[in-house]
């Protein structure tokens, strides 16, 4: 298990983002959180295996109405936690 931190930029508000990423998560047993951010772009924590990760990553660039500019990945320290949340 890992947790990573990202920042997503693109057109990543306003096209159903953050409620993508906590189907994909949920779906498939991820905990973490997604929240806006006042600059448009999106924080995500989450945590899952490195393979989950990545999967999640590869479904959301795929998506016909996100486009991910950049992604900013950060292995952070992880978190006791229940599911997955929406936050702001």
């Not at 990423?21 to 951010?37: P, Q, S």
């Not at 959301?60 to 292995?75: A, F, M, N, T």
């Amino acid at each position: 298990m890992i947790r990573e931190h990202m920042i997503f930029t693109g057109r990543v508000q306003g096209v159903g983002f953050r409620y993508k990423v906590c189907y994909i998560a949920r779906h498939h047993g991820m905990t973490g959180f997604a929240r806006n951010e006042y600059d448009g772009s999106v924080t995500v924590e989450v945590q899952g295996t490195k393979e989950q990760i990545d999967e999640l990553i590869e479904i959301l660039q795929h998506d016909s109405y996100i486009r991910i500019e950049q992604i900013l990945r950060e292995e952070i320290e992880l978190q006791e936690e229940n599911g997955f949340q929406i936050q702001g």
